[in-house]
């Protein structure tokens, strides 16, 4: 698969995400670059407007955070910034470490090894999917095959083709694309991998699975059962109430009604089963225990 992208700062200005959609397939976003917890102005300004732009117009995306880190433990603290700022959020494409600084590549194929990993090892221990982004000549010289291959590589080469040989997932293609809805020049960019089912499906960058509740019994008093086991049943469900199991207060006339439904799933959802309306004899004898 070969799907079309782009990735933007708060150099791209105010974006237009309706126009955008449609245009391309994901989006990778700055979140900021350096310490941001020590200088928060270091924050992306248009990160916040630029996440829920992609959300609302339900544009997968992703992020990368600009580094300027000299030593393996101000990685770290960029990783703390990074993660700071997208916590509660999702996101269906990578969380990249952008290595470009002349200064970091000046230390040495070992020091950009170190804080590769620095990074990346503090963004996957809080469950986000971890990936560099480089471009082919300093990902060449100045990182090891060990840690190409270990992380997901995005490569910027303005070119008619990536000259990488090695496996990578994304080619920053050109810095002068145009998008409708995006006033300025934009980088563009090829994907080759399905993230967002990749991502989702391992349960990282937010997404979880929502967990199946077994059913406590399939049948019983429900919804609209008018008996004297249903008065029974409410007679219980008054006393749980007394005794704060519950918060709902029950109709006042002899049928299972919308109160006591709601009284029975309240009690389901406390003992850890599926909310399915049904107070049948399981039930009525856990409810008989709760309420000695």
Not at 54 to 76: L, T
């Amino acid at each position: 698969m070969t799907i079309k992208g782009i990735d933007v700062s708060e150099h791209q200005g105010n974006i237009d995400w309706a126009k955008v959609k449609g245009n391309v397939s994901f989006v990778i976003l700055r979140a900021g670059y350096g310490d941001a917890i020590t200088y928060p102005n270091q924050i992306d300004r248009t990160f916040e407007k630029n996440y829920k732009g992609c959300k609302n117009n339900n544009i997968p995306c992703g992020v990368y955070w600009y580094s300027y880190a000299q030593s393996v433990e101000a990685a770290k603290q960029e990783a703390k910034a990074c993660l700071k700022v997208i916590k509660g959020k999702k996101f269906e494409y990578p969380i990249y470490f952008d290595l470009e600084e002349r200064s970091q590549f000046n230390k040495g194929k070992a020091f950009c090894d170190s804080i590769v990993k620095a990074f990346c090892g503090e963004i996957e221990k809080a469950g986000y999917y971890a990936g560099l982004y480089m471009s082919r000549s300093p990902l060449q010289n100045y990182i090891s095959s060990d840690v190409a291959k270990r992380y997901t590589l995005w490569i910027a080469e303005y070119n008619s083709k990536c000259n990488y040989n090695g496996k990578h997932d994304m080619w920053q293609y050109s810095s002068i694309g145009k998008i409708d809805g995006i006033a300025v020049s934009v980088d563009v960019d090829y994907c080759y991998t399905d993230f967002p089912t990749k991502i989702k499906s391992a349960n990282l960058n937010g997404y979880t699975k929502t967990k199946k509740l077994p059913t406590l019994e399939k049948s019983g008093y429900k919804r609209g059962n008018e008996t004297r086991g249903v008065l029974a049943l409410k007679e219980m469900l008054i006393i749980a109430k007394a005794r704060k199991l519950h918060n709902v207060t029950l109709d006042e006339n002899s049928i299972f009604g919308e109160g006591t439904e709601k009284a029975v799933n309240a009690l389901l959802k406390k003992w850890g089963y599926k909310q399915n309306s049904v107070a049948g004899e399981k039930f009525i004898k856990k409810l008989a225990s709760a309420i000695k």
